[in-house]
Nanobody, 120 residues
Framework: QVQLVESGGGLVQAGASLRLSCAASERTVSRYTMGWFRQAPGKERELLAAIGHGTSTYYLGSVRDRFAISRDNAKNTVYLQMNSLKPEDTAVYYC??????????????WGQGTQVTVSS
């Protein structure tokens, strides 16, 4: 069983930056596809970014030029660097892991979520 714990969320002003961290168990970041999701009130959960078993990455078009996913296998941690934050980025952000390839829609393990709020 995989354990995931997110951290780094908070309240920031528009234009600011945040880096979210996802600490994982069982060498997860090197053996699983890792993804970052978010869910805003009244909206469905959406995949923002993912990194595969190798070096391939995926980004949702609306965040592609502002967000970056990375991993540190030695620390068993995945990061989401978020720059130029906008009020519409306000949501609960989740880390997730999947045994499927990059592009999968099926994620098997989830963190508890961390709140990101961006003020105007």
């Amino acid at each position: 069983q995989v354990q995931l714990v997110e951290s780094g969320g908070g309240l920031v002003q528009a234009g600011a930056s945040l880096r979210l961290s996802c600490a994982a168990s069982e060498r997860t970041v090197s053996r699983y596809t890792m993804g970052w999701f978010r869910q805003a009130p009244g909206k469905e959960r959406e995949l923002l970014a993912a990194i595969g078993h190798g070096t391939s990455t995926y980004y949702l078009g609306s965040v592609r030029d502002r967000f970056a996913i990375s991993r540190d296998n030695a620390k068993n941690t995945v990061y989401l660097q978020m720059n130029s934050l906008k009020p519409e980025d306000t949501a609960v952000y989740y880390c997730a892991a999947s045994l499927g390839p990059l592009g999968t829609r099926s994620y098997d393990y989830w963190g508890q979520g961390t709140q990101v709020t961006v003020s105007s």
